[in-house]
T-cell receptor, first 117, second 112 residues
Framework: NAGVTQTPKFRVLKTGQSMTLLCAQDMNHEYMYWYRQDPGMGLRLIHYSVGEGTTAKGEVPDGYNVSRLKKQNFLLGLESAAPSQTSVYFC????????????????FGPGTRLTVL | EDQVTQSPEALRLQEGESSSLNCSYTVSGLRGLFWYRQDPGKGPEFLFTLYSAGEEKEKERLKATLTKKESFLHITAPKPEDSATYLCAVLHASGGSYIPTFGRGTSLIVHP
């Protein structure tokens, strides 16, 4: 199993350009998440999905859009990149096994380092 | 407002010098508290899950405990390879779903 993979690993954009980050998982997990990590700020949730065809906003959703057309993929889009979106982006997936103690740990990808000039 | 606070922000230890990291939280509808380890340039890796006050988990030199308001990650006789950033995350109710909120992490350096 590859686990959680992210494409690309690095990217440099100019202000106003658009791009899509791809996250793929081969563990058949229901839940998928996109985070950004900035120095001193920890991981902040951008958007998440609780199943195929569903998405929801997290803590910092402005300037980003997401789609989950297939269970194994979760795409993060930047329509018009801004320097404030320079960050390291992590994707994660997790699953629920049912019951009170049903929510399980997240599996993280290796990250995408994005610089917006 | 749901909050997760980790302390200290940074910790330097000598090899063999035991210590504890703290994660305090103010959230509603707690479903679980997770500890992760993150090495530079990599994604976080799972360490422990705690679901209810009084629960404890151990793995090698690490032991995690949970009360109603905070969690501790105890590191006993640390080694240089334990150097990393340690993150805690609280899974809690929000808008009909359960979402994780992360603390800012504790950067641990263990000197030989």
């Amino acid at each position: 199993n590859a686990g959680v993979t992210q494409t690309p690993k690095f990217r440099v954009l100019k202000t106003g350009q658009s791009m899509t980050l791809l996250c793929a998982q081969d563990m058949n997990h229901e839940y998928m998440y996109w985070y950004r990590q900035d120095p001193g700020m920890g991981l902040r949730l951008i958007h998440y999905s609780v199943g195929e065809g569903t998405t929801a906003k997290g803590e910092v959703p402005d300037g980003y859009n997401v789609s989950r057309l297939k269970k194994q993929n979760f795409l993060l889009g930047l329509e018009s990149a801004a320097p404030s979106q320079t960050s390291v982006y992590f994707c994660a997936s997790s699953y629920s096994s049912g019951g009170v103690r049903s929510y399980n740990e997240q599996f993280f990808g290796p990250g995408t380092r994005l610089t917006v000039l | 407002e749901d909050q997760v606070t980790q302390s200290p922000e940074a910790l330097r230890l000598q090899e063999g010098e035991s210590s504890s990291l703290n994660c305090s939280y103010t959230v509603s509808g707690l479903r679980g508290l997770f500890w992760y380890r993150q090495d530079p340039g990599k994604g976080p890796e799972f360490l422990f899950t705690l679901y209810s006050a009084g629960e404890e988990k151990e793995k090698e030199r690490l032991k995690a405990t949970l009360t109603k308001k905070e969690s501790f990650l105890h590191i006993t006789a640390p080694k240089p390879e334990d150097s990393a950033t340690y993150l805690c995350a609280v899974l809690h109710a929000s808008g009909g779903s359960y979402i994780p909120t992360f603390g800012r992490g504790t950067s641990l350096i263990v000197h030989p």
